[in-house]
């Protein structure tokens, strides 16, 4: 009875306090261990000759001293190694390593910024709140959280961020959005937590501090349910960790300003991050304008040597219609390389063409086109031209070449010689029939057509599909925008779309494609005579340029439609 | 409240232990005891039998071997690990004494077939210096003095009498590792090999001159390959610097052959280290 009493308490002893047996076996193993050992090492010690106890004691201090100057050692570089690993090297990950810069250190004053007069003008105003701050909020209004900078690639938003810090004066912490993302859960909201923690610090000793986050789409995209890999859930604690530090309850109010900058549609950040109290402010940088480019390229083409007889930065302005900040840096970087590399003394208009065709077109190809390809390519092209020429006012035929250039066999540059913001019927009908016109050209001249259609096809295709199941633009005259019902699918019981309703937008497609075609096959086979002039003039030169261009078409007698 | 602070008892702690190497032990072997506790520790430890005397700085170690050669005159291996074994006995008893003799000379002699003496004579400090690793193994081997001579009174002398035990001094054990190194020199290395022939070697002290004369030639058809004055003089001046003689005045070399006599100072000798 006894023993059975002691096996079961025993036995709930061990369920209970198995870590304490465990504990305690070990600690009595290392004693019994540690007292056998010194005692056959007395024994040893004792029955060892006197020599060997000398020599023993003789190096025992000596093996002491080097065991507490190792430990010293050891500690020193474990603590360094800890401590760097820990804090140093990203933080042991949620740590934010990036340094702040000050704003006078910058350097970027808003006579910098070129262009983009109305994003300078909202940025101004929040400079003014930013420094008034304290006046703002003596009479109660509002301090400012955050400003939001929406816009395509290499239109100045960093820079215009930079020009803010400056203006400010405030120090100036910058991040890209894809620094805050790793594969472990938490690590994106430490380094928020982290980020917000330095601009604190330097808001409380400096007065203020300007955060700018870079491609903040890839930190403040909209929460969503997580599928179950982790990915999604690590996603939206980052984000709401950014929710809490820009509008979160705070022991102080700190001069905090956070700048994002992002190429993503607005829609594609979280809402909570747009309401006001955080990013309070939108500014779209958009392209430059004539007027924007024109002021660019004066300010690039002022840091080189340039012809200025030959250069003429306002016909420069007017043919490059949608290039970005950054596109006219790089054009006049090219055009200096080219003049370099041509040994002029001076960037002329030619190094700025050839530029332009580089950076466009691609570099040429070093493929020979065999003699039938050569002439199918010189009329594909040439289909395009006429139809440009003849068809669209607002495009210039600038330049047609046979040679390869990038992936394509052929080009016909066609740029655009003002910026249109909204399309009309006819300017989308116009884009089809350009496409078009290198198939009716090559219809007409060989009776068979080429896989050189197959880009032109796929353009004019969409444009017509979009005519019809997006603008109502087709001939059945059913009106409404078809292909975003495919995003309320989800939530939709069943099809959106009947069956009838596909088939007759569908042949509406059809139905301006056809007319698109009838048209500009008459138009071709009117102008043979220009086709086979223009056709043959590219086989024998490979490229015409636009006064070539010009020429071949007033001498054909043929004329650009006026604009209206 | 009384603080109790750490670092007075941690100073103790680390002092004892630094200072541990200072504590003075107490040697296991006395002197006068010396030749009972090397015969008393062969026959313990490796089951030998021995015969010891202490003569004045010298340790005599006496063992009888029935057949220390083979039949082809040459010692057998597991003989030779006795002579060993029995010099280990000897070392570990002379270190472990306070104060120490000068030399253990161990005698094994060869008492049944050909009556031979192997001698072999071991400078105290060498060991020291080879437990403390200033010297290597192969460097303590060479400053060994090994003879073997034949004397037929070993023949069934199982107690060691017909040996001439006599106290040795650094002078002797000097001048006779001068010699065998010389041998060794002109004999056994690889680039002097059965190229020369020695008819003598022999060196002495004549007061604080020490006197090496030699008589080495080329056998005949070689040539010689090395300066054999320069290399004797080498040799001098290496067992010199490695005792650091202080009674020497100089070095008398004589050529037997070319009757040509060379007297080098204490100066020289160690210029020619350099």
């Known amino acids: 009875m006894n023993i059975r009493r002691i096996k079961y308490y025993l036995k709930i002893g061990v369920k209970l306090y198995w870590i304490r047996f465990l504990v305690i076996t070990g600690l009595l193993t290392l004693a019994i261990s540690l007292i056998f050992l010194i005692v056959s090492g007395l024994k040893a010690w004792n029955e060892s000759e006197s020599y060997l106890r000398q020599s023993q004691m003789a190096v025992f201090p000596l093996q002491i001293y080097m065991q507490i100057v190792m430990g010293f050692i050891f500690a020193l570089i474990y603590t360094t190694l800890w401590y760097w690993m820990l804090f140093k090297k990203g933080g042991g990950f949620t740590q934010v390593v990036k340094k702040a810069v000050g704003g006078k250190d910058l350097g970027i004053t808003w006579s910098d910024v070129i262009g983009m007069d109305e994003a300078k003008q909202e940025a101004l105003e929040i400079v003014k709140l930013i420094k008034d701050r304290a006046e703002l909020q003596r009479i109660g209004g509002k301090i400012l959280r955050g400003l939001l900078m929406l816009g395509p690639p290499g239109c100045g938003k960093t820079y215009l961020a930079k020009a803010i810090a400056t203006e400010a004066g405030l120090p100036f912490i910058s991040m890209s959005g894809s620094e805050f993302v790793e594969m472990f859960v938490g690590v994106g909201a430490g380094r928020v937590r982290s980020l917000f923690t330095k601009a604190r610090m330097l808001a409380e000793l400096e007065g203020g501090c300007i955060i700018f986050i870079d491609e903040i789409d890839a930190v403040g995209a909209s929460r969503s349910v997580d599928t179950g890999f982790g990915g999604q859930t690590e996603h939206n604690t980052s984000v709401n960790q950014l929710l809490v530090e820009m509008d979160g309850w705070k022991e102080k109010d700190l001069n905090i300003v956070i700048i994002g900058a992002t190429n993503a549609p607005m829609s594609f950040l979280d809402r909570a991050l747009l309401r006001p109290g955080r990013f309070d402010r939108k500014i779209y940088v958009d392209k430059p304008n004539l007027e924007d480019r024109q002021k660019l390229l004066a300010y690039y083409l002022k840091k080189i040597k340039y012809d200025e007889q030959d250069v003429k930065i306002d016909r420069l302005a007017r043919i490059t219609v949608g290039s970005s900040p950054a596109d006219v840096a790089n054009l006049v970087r090219e055009a200096a390389l080219i003049a370099v590399r041509n040994k002029s003394v001076l960037v002329t208009m030619k190094d700025i063409d050839e530029a332009r065709e580089r950076i466009t077109l691609g570099i040429k190809r070093r493929i020979k086109l065999r003699k039938e390809e050569r002439l199918q390519t010189a009329y594909h092209e040439a289909g395009h031209a006429i139809v440009t020429y003849l068809l669209i006012p607002t495009q210039d035929v600038f330049k047609i070449t046979i040679t390869p250039r990038g992936h394509t066999g052929g080009v016909t540059w066609t740029p655009e010689t003002e910026e249109i913001f909204i399309r009309d019927q006819k300017q989308l009908l116009g884009k089809i029939k350009t496409y078009l016109g290198s198939y009716v050209a090559e219809k007409i001249q060989f009776g068979i057509t080429t896989v050189g259609v197959d880009t032109d096809f796929a353009e004019s295709l969409y444009i017509a599909h979009s005519m019809a199941w997006r603008w109502g633009m087709g001939k059945s005259g059913i009106i409404g925008n078809y292909e975003q019902l495919d995003s309320y699918l989800w939530s939709s019981r069943g099809m959106l779309i009947s069956e009838e309703v596909k088939r007759r937008l569908d042949e509406d497609v059809q139905d301006i494609m056809q007319t698109c075609l009838k048209e500009v096959t008459l138009l071709l086979e009117s102008e043979k005579i220009l086709l086979d002039r223009l056709a043959t003039e590219l086989v024998v030169k490979e490229e015409l340029n636009f006064d070539e261009i010009e020429a071949i078409f007033k001498e054909c007698g043929k004329l650009r439609p006026v604009q209206s | ?274």
């Not at chain 2, 504590?23 to 015969?39: D, F, R």
């Not at chain 2, 001094?169 to 041998?183: G, K, M, S, W």
């Not at chain 2, 058809?221 to 100089?250: E, H, T, W």
Request: with cysteine; glycine share 4%.
């Open chain 2, 1 to 274: 409240m009384r603080k109790i602070t750490a670092s007075p008892v941690l100073i103790s702690f680390l002092s004892c232990f630094l200072l541990a190497g200072c504590v003075n032990i107490k040697p296991t072997y006395t002197k006068e005891q010396a030749a009972e506790s090397i015969a008393g520790l062969c026959r313990k430890e490796y089951n030998i039998d021995v015969k010891a005397w202490l003569v004045g700085e010298t340790v005599w170690v006496y063992m009888a071997l029935p057949r220390i050669f083979g039949k082809d005159l040459l010692i057998d291996k597991s003989q030779l690990e006795k002579v060993n074994k029995v010099m280990i006995s000897s070392s570990r008893v002379m270190l472990s004494m306070n104060p120490r003799p000068q030399f253990v000379v161990i005698v094994a002699s060869d008492t049944r077939e050909y009556g031979l003496d192997y001698t072999f004579i071991t400078y105290i400090a060498d060991i020291l210096k080879l437990q403390n690793q200033f010297i290597s193994r192969d460097e303590f081997m060479r400053r060994n003095v090994i003879k073997l001579n034949n004397d037929h009174r070993a023949l069934g002398d199982a107690e060691g009498s017909h040996i001439n035990k006599k106290e040795l001094d650094l002078d002797y054990f000097v001048c006779e590792q001068i010699t065998q190194r010389i041998h060794q020199h002109f004999i056994n290395e690889p680039q002097t090999k059965d190229k020369f022939k020695i008819d003598k070697v022999l060196s002495r002290f004549n007061g604080d001159i020490l006197k090496v004369s030699y008589n080495i030639r080329l056998k005949d058809g070689q040539s010689s390959p090395v300066d054999i004055l320069r290399d004797i003089k080498k040799i001098i001046a290496y067992v010199v610097s490695a005792y650091d003689l202080k009674n020497l005045f100089a070095v008398k070399i004589d050529n037997v052959l070319t009757q040509e006599e060379f007297l080098m100072s204490r100066v020289e000798l160690r210029e020619l280290l350099r």
